[in-house]
């Protein structure tokens, strides 16, 4: 559905500005977006192989196993239909770790995989509880350092690209605790009404 509306956005633009004889202007704004994509893209690159790079290294080190130990104990919380040692367990704690450092494209093969995982474990084509919470965990996102907007902002020579770290911090783990208790009021609100 939303490819229908962007494209459909597209086809009106463009007829609208063959109408109103400002399709040089949308031929200059398009080659213009393309080389500004390009250059944007080769920079976030450069920053994600590095971040990747240092995870890489963090987990043949063992800090990611750590850290994986020490978040353990909350994740078991929220998600108590899975057992500890199911390897829906390990795909979840390794997405966790991705976002905490902002890499959400390294994430997201993670999160597939503990969906998978957690589908199975279900056994059904519906959201289970935990294919819920942790959609919403992982929508709100507790990050640390916003790697891929560093990088934005790096590219587009910001003085002080760092200095979101505090307010990052601060933002997403206000969203996380706000998505973890919504969560639980809905799943206690669908309990009671079941019963």
Same mark, same amino acid.
Do not use: C, H, W
């Given at each position: 559905m939303v490819n229908y509306i962007w494209? /459909?956005? #597209?086809?009106? /633009?463009?007829?609208?500005?063959m109408f109103n004889g400002t399709m040089d202007k949308v031929n200059?704004? *398009?080659?213009?977006? #393309?080389?500004?994509?390009? +250059?944007?893209?080769? /920079?976030?690159i450069s920053v994600l192989v590095f971040w990747l790079g240092l995870m890489r290294v963090?987990?043949?080190? /063992? *800090? %990611?196993?750590?850290?994986?130990n020490l978040f353990k104990p909350l994740v078991t919380r929220l998600f108590p239909e899975i057992p500890k040692d199911d390897? #829906?367990?390990?795909?979840?704690?390794?997405?966790?770790t991705a976002n905490l450092f902002g890499l959400g494209n390294a994430a997201t093969p993670m999160g597939i995989k503990a969906m998978e995982e957690m589908k199975r474990l279900s056994g059904s084509d519906k959201a289970s509880?935990?294919? !819920? +919470?942790? %959609?919403? !965990?992982? &929508?709100?996102? %507790? &990050?640390?350092?916003?790697t891929t907007v560093i990088a934005i902002r790096m590219q587009y020579d910001s003085i002080a690209p760092t200095e979101i770290v505090a307010t990052t911090i601060? #933002? &997403?783990?206000?969203?996380?605790?706000?998505?973890?208790?919504?969560?639980?009021?809905?799943? %206690?609100?669908?309990v009671r009404k079941t019963k």
């Open positions: 494209a /459909g956005m #597209a086809i009106i /633009g463009i007829v609208y500005a200059e704004a *398009l080659f213009e977006s #393309a080389n500004e994509a390009v +250059t944007l893209s080769i /920079g976030l963090a987990e043949q080190a /063992g *800090l %990611l196993k750590k850290l994986t390897p #829906a367990m390990g795909y979840i704690l390794s997405n966790f509880r935990s294919m !819920i +919470t942790f %959609l919403v !965990i992982n &929508t709100s996102s %507790l &990050t640390l350092i916003p601060m #933002a &997403t783990l206000v969203t996380s605790t706000a998505a973890i208790i919504v969560d639980r009021l809905f799943y %206690l609100r669908r």
